[in-house]
């Protein structure tokens, strides 16, 4: 079983549309968790961290259930620019990125 | 202020080549990582580095690989000899504090093994 897992997609979804990213991971003793952001041919770039209480950051909010060892990542409102793809990211001694969840908004 | 430097930021050639991969991390950061991208595997962790020092080897694919940091502004990852299976993107990140921080990523380099 891979330690971060993500449904690839694409999610293929109009502007202003709300979409919503799963992301499991098979380690409880995971201490810190991400959503990294990555363009097409750029580097990763931290997009959010997440919390236990759950965070919001404008159309972004970020859930960790730690009893089901889930992470979500739900973006409102979306924009073209959101086309990117979403990594998971789980923290033991070390990041551990998931492969990602492609995302494409379209006009 | 400047981010993580890569270089070179594409390298084309040919199988059995040796190839060297340079990044030079944020000022400050004490923890340094390299990582490979592939469309199957995704981002893995190859090696990374605290205070210079090799901490953890483990996603290094095998005795082709190997990575060296002389000094905190700059690490080497080298492919002696490389084969076409190495084609992949190579990333450099870097961190400080600990390594569940968030971690600021070079731009890369493609690698390409004919």
């Known amino acids: 079983r891979k330690e971060v897992e993500q449904d690839p997609g694409p999610f293929n979804v109009p502007e202003g549309a709300t979409v919503a990213f799963n992301c499991t991971y098979s380690n409880s003793a995971s201490q810190s968790f991400f959503w990294y952001r990555q363009d097409c041919r750029k580097e990763p770039k931290l997009l959010m961290s997440v919390y236990s209480s759950g965070n919001e950051d404008g159309r972004f909010t970020a859930q960790l259930n730690r009893a089901s060892q889930y992470i979500s990542l739900l973006i409102r409102d979306s924009k073209l620019s959101d086309s990117a793809t979403y990594l998971c990211v789980v923290s033991y001694q070390k990041l551990v990125f998931g492969t990602g969840t492609r995302l494409l908004v379209s006009p | ?114």
Request: charged letters at 20%; glycine letters at 8%.
């Open chain 2, 1 to 114: 202020d400047a981010g993580v430097i890569q270089s070179p930021r594409h390298e084309v050639t040919e199988m059995g080549q040796e190839v060297t991969l340079r990044c030079k991390p944020i000022s400050g950061h004490d923890y340094l990582f390299w990582y490979r991208q592939t469309m199957m595997r995704g981002l893995e962790l190859l090696i990374y580095f605290n205070n210079n020092v090799p901490i953890d080897d483990s996603g290094m694919p095998e005795d082709r690989f190997s990575a060296k940091m002389p000094n905190a502004s700059f690490s080497t990852l080298k492919i002696q000899p490389s084969e076409p299976r190495d084609s992949a993107v190579y990333f450099c990140a870097s961190s400080s504090g600990t390594t569940h921080n968030e971690q600021f990523f070079g731009p890369g380099t493609r690698l390409t093994v004919l």
